[in-house]
């Protein structure tokens, strides 16, 4: 899983003219961080003003409680997912230590070795330990792996390759949501069908852009 | 049910085969956490606050009313609009949003059971892309956002396909 916690940047803008700026920008251009940061802005910007806006009319006085009880919840949710990290973290630290993200990246170098075509033996490494580390739900990890292959990368197809396969989860077992599900008592299982369509997303994602990009 | 304690105990296992001290791996590991909590809580705060603005000003009602129509076409529950709306922009605001689906419809219900499939079987489109691409020096991710949202619209209407029968 990968976690927003881009750098908060401190331009300041008008919500109403950056909302039709940025949009039509955002379609057009490429994406970047700072461009991530400018889509959740107009999207927090656009629920909190709206609905801020809104109540002024409907219900004033319920303004104030209700962030006080939302900030609340965080704090008591963020408890919850510190206890479901402190396992996890610790379980992959052990993965960690034992070489098996290694042992999993060596096994996939015959099929990233197809995937991505024409790319340096230092690029494949990176590309690797990338989807290894995906593979095993270790977000934190995968991430600079990934931009570091991206930025080894010489083809423009390759590069959206390795962002769509990681843009689609390949997670094998998605822990914290397991977690979570366990910790409300849950009696039903979500292994099979999560399997059933991350294989299914992630062989439609390739085949998509093996199609559909050119060069 | 029995995914994490065998997944724990494979993890024992291997520590035991590969000399790795447990007590040691768990205390760095809760550290890790810590620091992880505390760079997310600031992202987690402001998703409540917003959804919880939602909540009580009736906008959300209104919302899954609006996209009630779409939805029934593609065969989605209404109740995962607002997740399906921030699950490729925001990792941590989508847990926020799939406890609360928890909360209010039960852990085994099949709004629920949807979105566990979602959360586990997609990911943070915006962000992945953005920050892969932000360290290439062709910055231009191409066709990586739509052939990416594409998929995992189409995964979201085979989960909840699937969860039916499942």
């Known amino acids: ?215 | 049910m029995y995914t994490i304690p065998v997944l724990l105990i494979i993890t024992f296992i291997i520590a035991a085969v590969k000399k790795i001290p447990l007590y040691d791996s768990f205390t760095a590991g809760i550290k890790e956490a810590l620091k992880l909590i505390i760079d997310l809580l600031p992202y987690l705060m402001s998703i409540f606050f917003a959804i919880e603005l939602l909540r009580a000003s009736g906008l959300s009602v209104l919302l899954a009313e609006a996209l009630e129509v779409p939805f029934s076409l593609l065969g989605i529950p209404k109740e995962l609009s607002e997740l399906l709306i921030l699950r490729p922009l925001s990792g941590s605001g989508s847990l926020v949003i799939l406890q609360n689906i928890y909360d209010s419809y039960g852990v085994d219900s099949y709004p629920a059971r949807v979105a566990s499939v979602i959360m586990g079987s997609t990911d943070t489109i915006m962000y992945v892309v953005a920050v892969y691409f932000a360290g290439s020096k062709n910055k231009k991710s191409g066709l990586a956002i739509p052939i990416a949202v594409f998929v995992s619209v189409a995964a979201t209407v085979l989960a909840c396909l699937l969860c039916k029968f499942i």
């Open chain 1, 1 to 215: 899983m990968h976690f927003d916690l881009a750098p908060q940047n401190h331009r300041n803008f008008n919500i109403i003219g950056a909302i039709l700026f940025r949009l039509t920008d955002w379609v057009n251009i490429s994406c970047g961080r700072q461009k991530y940061n400018y889509i959740m802005n107009i999207v927090f910007g656009i629920i909190i003003t709206a609905c801020v806006g809104y109540m002024l009319f409907t219900a004033p006085q319920s303004v104030m409680p209700a962030l006080l009880s939302g900030g609340e919840a965080s704090v008591s949710f963020s408890v919850k997912l510190f206890v479901i990290y402190g396992v996890w973290i610790s379980v992959m630290q052990v993965l960690e230590k034992s070489g098996i993200d290694e042992y999993i990246a060596k096994a996939l170098t015959p099929i990233t070795k197809r995937l991505f075509p024409n790319e340096s033996a230092e690029c494949h490494k990176y590309i690797t330990l990338n989807l290894s580390a995906n593979l095993l739900g270790m977000g934190g990890a995968a991430t600079p792996l990934g931009i570091k292959s991206v930025g080894l990368m010489q083809s423009q197809k390759n590069k959206i390759m390795l962002a769509v396969i990681n843009a689609t989860s390949i997670q094998i077992i998605p822990t914290t949501v397991l977690s979570m599900r366990a910790a409300m008592g849950a009696q039903t299982d979500i292994m099979l069908p999560t399997t059933i369509i991350n294989v299914f997303s992630t062989a439609l994602a390739i085949t998509l852009v093996a199609v559909l990009v050119k060069r």
